[in-house]
T-cell receptor, first 114, second 109 residues
């Protein structure tokens, strides 16, 4: 593994189903982030984690949950998917949870909720 | 409120110069980032400015004016591979990035 990986690459999901998007980094970065990207809108922060064991809410957290049991993994769960959660989801990481670090992005997961 | 404005789309010719503007208004300011995003791919870091002035990095330069809430990305000697979206993002007082919708740059031969 080099950098950040996300799985799955794409997924079609029925409304009401539960789904977990996976994100793993091997850079030993402290901070990790989940964004969604929708056409015509900027990236919007869903949840973040400044260090293992801590998480925080971003701009659009409703309908999503995260956990950070260790440094490397930061899964995003949709408890009961709705069509408005159709989007491209990017996981990112940065060396520290404070300061002006550069964020490095994973390849993204394209999610369609029908 | 927090807001980032940048043009939706720009067109330029191969070999030419293009300037992509960005105006920002955020709660606090800890720097301005530019990222490049090719279609279907992840954003990749281009530049970071926190002090006023021009930062040059090869064919790409980035400018910041904190008093005007304004930045631009300057791309010189355009190549076809520069066709991409360019994302402007301001870091607010909580060290969170506030993103613009991106400028799609189309390069014509």
């Amino acid at each position: 593994i080099a950098g950040i990986t996300q799985a799955p690459t794409s997924q079609i999901l029925a409304a009401g189903r539960r789904m977990t998007l996976r994100c793993t980094q091997d850079m030993r970065h402290n901070a990790m982030y989940w964004y969604r990207q929708d056409l015509g809108l900027g990236l919007r922060l869903i949840h973040y984690s400044n260090t293992a064991g801590t998480t925080g809410k971003g701009e659009v957290p409703d309908g999503y949950s995260v956990s950070r049991a260790n440094t490397d993994d930061f899964p995003l769960t949709l408890a009961s998917a709705v069509p408005s959660q159709t989007s491209v989801y990017f996981c990112a990481s940065s060396p520290s949870g404070s300061g002006t670090d550069t964020q490095y992005f994973g390849p993204g997961t394209r999610l369609t909720v029908l | 409120g927090q807001n980032i404005d940048q043009p939706t789309e720009m067109t330029a010719t191969e070999g030419a110069i293009v300037q992509i503007n960005c105006t920002y208004q955020t709660s606090g300011f800890n720097g301005l980032f530019w990222y490049q995003q090719h279609a279907g791919e992840a954003p990749t870091f281009l530049s970071y400015n926190v002090l006023d002035g021009l930062e040059e990095k090869g064919r790409f330069s980035s400018f910041l004016s904190r008093s005007k809430g304004y930045s631009y990305l300057l791309l010189k000697e355009l190549q076809m591979k520069d066709s991409a979206s360019y994302l402007c993002a301001s870091m607010d007082s909580n060290y969170q990035l506030i993103w613009g919708a991106g400028t799609k740059l189309i390069i014509k031969p």
